[in-house]
């Protein structure tokens, strides 16, 4: 696998036109997870998730995302797209193992730095836009939901299966889900734990467009943020705000009571045992392989 590299406070107006390179990406040391490039013509940001084997995402991988993602906006960056380093997964959702018998500082930790992370990717003032290039269950449909456009490969799965798990999406998951598909299609989704086809989910709009191949993916995001060029970009993020302020403001005011529920669900023996047998069965079909 290329080793990415990560790029931080990178003042996307300081980034001289080159021509023969066209992306910038920095290192820094504390990026274990995540490649974070800014392409010098475009000014669109590109967020690769890269903690194989899966992108699971864990507090470490979470924090990562957003710093990344508050980078983009305070270098003014023109869009930021997010997609994976992986050929076959987008993200597997949240690491299991942050919830499964877990330590009491930590996992409210994971849990404080996914709120973060989503009302930072939700409230973005840039354009957003997923490139979905593999499995995007649960936390990965999350991510997807919180961008303002998705674009997707063929023959990979998308949605909110918390409940073939045994735990509950929450009303955040649930209400990103419902900006983008009807009432009735997301209630039964969701309570079915239905993961849907590339296919089924274009047909219910969960994604807007289907491509075959991930360059095709980004080309399509960055269309989509190209779009906003005439656009005045205070004009642009107020109305945004005033579409996902609700939402936002519920979280925010509400952050220490969705953590305990979270926890009061988690820790329940029969919440446990239901993610160790589920947790049990991906580790048999992983050797199966
Ligand atoms: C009233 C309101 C109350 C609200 C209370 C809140 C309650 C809690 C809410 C929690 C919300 C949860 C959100 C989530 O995101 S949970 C995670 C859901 N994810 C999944 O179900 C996906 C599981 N994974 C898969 O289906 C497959 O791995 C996948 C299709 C993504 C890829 O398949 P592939 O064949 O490529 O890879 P493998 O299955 O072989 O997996 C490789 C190894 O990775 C491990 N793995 C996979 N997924 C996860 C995961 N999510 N977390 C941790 N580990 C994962 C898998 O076990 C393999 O490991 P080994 O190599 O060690 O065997």
């Known amino acids: 696998m290329n080793i990415i590299r990560t790029v931080r406070s990178v003042a996307f107006s300081s980034i001289p036109n080159r021509t023969l390179s066209t992306t910038r990406s920095l290192s820094t040391p504390s990026a274990q997870y995540t490649a974070f490039e800014v392409n010098d013509k475009t000014g669109i940001a590109t967020l690769t998730l890269n903690r194989p084997p899966v992108n699971s995402l864990n507090l470490e991988l ?53 709120q973060s992370m989503w009302m930072e990717l939700y409230g973005s003032k840039i354009p957003t836009a997923a490139a979905i290039n593999g499995h995007a ?68 709009g969960l994604v807007d467009d289907v491509v075959n191949t991930k360059e095709e993916a980004i080309a399509k995001c960055e269309q989509f943020i190209a779009s906003f060029k005439n656009v005045n970009p205070y004009a642009r993020a107020l109305t945004k705000q005033q579409f996902r302020i609700k939402e936002l403001q519920e979280l925010e005011q509400q952050r220490e009571k969705d953590l305990q529920i979270f926890l009061g669900l988690i820790m329940q023996p029969s919440v446990q045992k239901a993610m160790g047998i589920y947790l049990e069965g991906l580790k048999k079909k992983s050797k199966k392989q």
């Open 62 to 114: 979470l924090t990562e995302m957003r710093n990344c993602l508050k980078d983009a906006e305070t270098n003014k960056c023109k869009g930021l797209i997010i997609t994976s380093s992986s050929n076959s997964v987008f993200t597997a959702g949240l690491d299991l193992l942050e919830m499964y018998q877990p330590q009491d500082e930590r996992v409210k930790s994971f849990w404080t730095a996914l």
């Open 137 to 204: 269950p649960a936390g990965g449909c999350l991510i997807a939901t919180a961008c303002e456009y998705r674009v997707m490969l063929p023959n990979f799965t998308i949605g909110l299966n918390e409940t073939l798990i045994g735990i509950v999406a929450p009303k955040w998951f649930v209400s990103a889900f419902l900006n983008v598909v009807p009432r009735r299609v997301a209630e039964q989704a969701i309570t079915q734990g239905k993961l849907f086809t590339t296919a089924e989910a274009h047909h219910v």
